[in-house]
């Protein structure tokens, strides 16, 4: 079975332009949850995604959204960049039936903005 | 809101000897707990997990046991090798959301 998938891997951006991440999760999960990794604030829930609606939702201004679609794919847009956005952003998916699911995490996408 | 607090890092040891990361939590609810490792350049790796307490998590040689009573969940390995060096993440997961500690990177030598 694949895992989840992540792309693109690497994206360079300027500050003020905006972002789309996209997370292709494991085939039957339902949810997935997007976080950011940095070096300062670590790990940072964004939010989760559930049969195409956002069931939770960390502590990121209105600029960080996200959206799912019916094959459980889902993006994550970004817009206005600054430069403290510059993180890896990691999706996971899980089958998000249960309170206790596992989550299965992708490789990430790293973003830099310049 | 929910919280977890791991041992600072960075952790060195020698090849063989005895490894223990310590880790609590806060929590509203009931939480499960993980421990997940990253390796360089690589998303993270679900190491293991225990969903109630007095819950043993085990793989690969490594262990943690859900302790409710005193919020704990410290991961411990008998005799580390090289190729377990990497950034182990404690994790609680309750209402839909994971909630991390800051990592530890542990190098082992040889």
């Known amino acids: 079975k694949a895992g989840v998938t992540q792309t693109p891997r690497y994206l360079i951006k300027t500050r003020g332009q905006q972002v789309t991440l996209s997370c292709s999760p494991i085939?039957?999960?339902?949810?997935v949850s997007w976080y950011q990794q940095t070096p300062g604030q670590g790990l940072q829930f964004l939010f989760e995604?559930?049969?195409?609606?956002?069931?939770n939702k960390g502590n990121f201004p209105g600029r960080f959204s996200g959206r799912q679609f019916s094959n459980s794919r889902s993006e994550m847009n970004v817009s206005t960049l600054e430069l403290g956005d510059s993180a890896l952003y990691l999706c996971?998916?899980?089958?998000?039936?249960?309170?206790?699911?596992?989550?299965?995490f992708g490789p990430g996408t790293r973003l830099t903005v310049l | 809101g929910d919280s977890v607090t791991q041992m600072e890092g960075p952790v060195t040891l020698s090849e063989e000897a005895f490894l223990t990361i310590n880790c609590t939590y806060t929590?509203?609810?009931?939480?499960?707990l993980f421990w997940y490792v990253q390796y360089p350049g690589e998303g993270l790796q679900l190491l293991l997990k225990?969903?109630?307490?007095?819950d043993k998590g085990s793989n690969k040689g490594f262990e943690a046991t859900y302790r409710k009573e005193t919020t704990s969940f410290h991961l411990e390995k008998g005799s580390v090798q090289v190729s377990d060096s990497a950034v182990y993440f404690c994790?609680?997961?309750?209402?839909?959301?994971?909630?991390f500690g800051d990592g530890t990177t542990l190098t082992v030598k040889p």
């Open positions: 225990a969903t109630k307490a007095d």
């Open positions: 996971a998916s899980s089958l998000g039936d249960r309170p206790h699911n596992e989550q299965f």
């Open positions: 995604y559930f049969s195409e609606t956002q069931r």
């Open positions: 929590a509203t609810g009931y939480p499960s």
């Open positions: 994790a609680l997961y309750d209402a839909g959301k994971s909630t």
């Open positions: 085939s039957g999960h339902r949810s």
